[in-house]
């Protein structure tokens, strides 16, 4: 699958926080609006999974689910909408935001890892048995066995 656009769409965000209760016309997010965030956010996410090389890997079936999640949130962090009762009080924003920044580290350092078949960075790999397809990618092998060994 690799890193795309977005791992959700409008109408998952507007279900999940955008639209409902306490929203009048002048004061919804237009569509244009919620997927402007949702690809801000997405962004964030892309740029973790990349630190890491997987954007080059085939998800595992549990990192679709997670990644939505992921982009939910960073998007519902990120949308303004002072006249809607449904936002985030202060603490729900840092709870959020934090809890954010920790998955988005854990992607970026390795040690979540959602490429089907891998191994985090907990449970290592043999050196010797890492591929890559694209040169890019085999340097990154031989980057991560001098890290690995150096320590």
């Not at 809890?99 to 790999?125: F, H, K, M, V």
């Not at 990618?137 to 001098?146: L, M």
């Amino acid at each position: 699958m690799g890193c795309s656009s977005s791992y959700c769409n409008a109408d998952e965000l507007a279900e999940f926080f955008c639209r409902g209760e306490g929203y009048g016309a002048s004061s919804e997010p237009t569509l244009d609006d919620i997927n402007r965030y949702i690809g801000k956010g997405a962004a964030q996410i892309n740029m973790a999974l990349n630190a890491t090389g997987q954007c080059d890997c085939t998800f595992g079936s549990y990192a679709s689910d997670f990644l939505q999640e992921l982009n939910l949130i960073a998007a519902a962090l990120l949308i303004h909408c002072p006249d809607c009762s449904r936002r985030f009080t202060q603490e729900q924003k840092e709870f959020y935001s934090g809890w954010l920044n920790e998955q988005l580290t854990l992607l970026r350092t390795g040690q979540i890892d959602l490429c089907s078949g891998a191994t985090t960075e907990d449970y290592p790999a043999l050196g010797w048995a890492e591929q890559g397809v694209t040169e890019f990618n085999k340097a990154r092998i031989v980057v991560h066995d001098i890290m690995r060994n150096s320590t």
